[in-house]
């Protein structure tokens, strides 16, 4: 099945996201934080616009002292001026201090400001990075197509060679040698076309690309790799020599030529460690169904569940899923009470304490109550209405969820998250409200049924527990969650709330 994603805006927060690396801070996680670096560079901008102004006052101090020097030393060579001894001791003490008073100017450097602590760090590169490549697992996005921009029908700049080399080092690191393989050749052909643009040690990048050859059992390929770097370098020591040596026994031991092994070509060490209950393989599947996927032919309708302000305007329902419940609502929320519940959430918007494993989860929270604004008791009894149960049926908990660059959850009985756990304690349903479109991944899925369903602005899915149901399903969902697909194009809000 061709997937055909477009990585547009991911790539752009991942550029925007390169342009100051100080100290640091959780950028990555939230796309609503990557919005506010836009402000972060314009203050920047205006610092370094005031270094610049500032400098060209220091710079024309020196001048003016200069000048005035130059009248000083002509004044005095004209008057005869040193033929006194106090004069040529004066001018001694005054050539002394003015050159002290110079040499203090010129050391000096103008301060261009504090960039606050908001600045980013390298860590957040590397972080983007990974993001990147994580959509490339779970959505098995081709190297070269990501590289070249063949990926989706919204234009954007491809990589460049150093871009690529960034990839191929992280897959290298991470022990990935198939992914360091593909990426490596894209490096290799960009350099080559490009006119050798690549800023680090050549000899750096063909050593890692020989080897990353000869892993992938490539080893024809290595052996060409090392000759055309000692022919371009005249480069003989230790290392090329045992590297020479083994890529050549490799020869009895490797099968040639598997690069291509396509099971191997988006191995994840990272999410691989995380596999043992074939969650990821599941997670993957759920995901990769989102372009073409067709809900089960149930139940659609108009609902009012006998509320009479239902009645005026019913909400069209639809059954998702039988095993377990889930229904999804439409129109919901307005845009208007979508736009209020961002700009509350914006300012308190944080990285989870158990949200250590980005492999896992990259996002960012805020929490609230129904009395925190008139916003949330509107939807405290718009959800009584829509599932029929009292307002005291209602947890008075919202939280609200904003993803980072390609942003996902990824449910895992390791790391259990009881706000994703269909089946809490004390509670009925989880009701997960969509606030935004979007295009291109970013769907809720339920890995365990592999049903997914996709971000639908102002929608409202409802998830009901299994705990009352029979074995085996009831043993089968125990540790169930949903979760949230990487996101290749759009900036995904969510706000959750449950029902007891």
Not at 73 to 92: D, M, Q, R
Not at 193 to 200: E, F, M, Q, T
Not at 360 to 377: C, G, P, T, Y
Request: contains cysteine; proline residues 3%; hydrophobic residues 35%.
């Amino acid at each position: 099945m061709d997937i055909m994603y477009n990585l547009q805006k991911t790539f752009i927060a991942l550029y925007l996201i390169h342009f100051n690396l100080c100290h640091g801070n959780n950028w990555h996680y939230s796309l609503s934080s990557i919005y506010k670096l836009f402000d972060l560079e314009v203050e920047h901008i205006m610092a370094t616009e005031a270094y610049i102004k500032n400098e060209y006052k220091r710079l024309e101090d020196i001048k003016m002292f200069i000048e005035q020097r130059k009248k000083q030393n002509e004044k005095e060579l004209a008057e005869s001026y040193t033929e006194s001894s106090i004069n040529a001791f004066k001018t001694i003490l005054r050539i002394k201090n003015d050159w002290e008073t110079l040499k203090n100017k010129t050391a000096q450097t103008t301060p261009i400001g504090e960039f606050k602590d908001k600045s980013v760090t390298y860590d957040n590169i590397v972080s983007g990075l990974k993001a990147i490549r994580r959509l490339q697992i779970i959505y098995e996005l081709d190297t070269q197509d990501i590289s070249n921009w063949n990926i989706g029908g919204h234009p954007s700049q491809p990589f460049d060679v150093n871009d690529c080399y960034d990839m191929a080092s992280l897959c290298y690191d991470n022990a990935e040698y198939h992914c360091a393989y593909w990426w490596f050749v894209e490096v290799y052909d960009r350099n080559k076309r490009d006119g050798n643009k690549l800023k680090i040690d050549y000899s750096t990048f063909m050593k890692k690309f020989a080897w990353s050859s000869y892993l992938v059992g490539d080893v024809d390929g290595a052996m060409y790799i090392l000759e055309e770097h000692a022919k371009g370098t005249n480069e003989i020591n230790d290392d090329i020599i045992n590297m020479r040596f083994t890529v050549w026994a490799g020869n009895n031991v490797f099968k040639r030529n598997t690069a291509d092994d396509h099971d191997k070509k988006f191995y994840s060490y990272s999410l691989q460690k995380l596999d043992s209950e074939k969650e990821v393989s599941n997670f993957k599947t759920a995901c990769q169904s989102t372009t073409d996927f067709i809900y089960p032919k149930f139940k659609c309708r108009y609902y009012h569940g006998g509320r009479k302000y239902l009645m005026i305007g019913p909400l069209r329902e639809e059954i998702v899923s039988l095993i377990p419940s889930m229904k999804l609502y439409h129109n919901v929320l307005y845009d208007d009470e979508i736009k209020k519940i961002k700009e509350l959430a914006n300012p308190k918007l944080e990285k989870l304490s158990i949200d250590t494993n980005e492999d896992i989860s990259l996002r960012k929270v805020a929490s609230f109550r129904k009395h925190n604004d008139q916003v949330f008791e509107t939807i405290h009894h718009r959800l009584a209405q829509i599932s029929s149960k009292p307002t005291t049926n209602i947890v008075d908990k919202y939280v609200v969820t904003n993803y980072g660059i390609g942003g996902h959850y990824l449910p895992h009985t390791k790391y259990i998250d009881d706000n994703h756990l269909i089946n809490s304690k004390r509670r009925d349903a989880i009701v997960i409200i969509h606030m935004d479109d979007v295009p291109e991944g970013g769907a809720t899925v339920l890995p365990n049924v592999e049903f997914c369903v996709p971000s639908v602005k102002g929608s409202a899915l409802v998830i009901y527990s299994t705990r009352n149901t029979l074995p085996p399903i009831k043993e089968l969902f125990e540790f169930a969650q949903y979760g949230s697909c990487p996101i290749v194009y759009g900036d995904k809000w969510t706000l959750t709330a449950w029902l007891k």
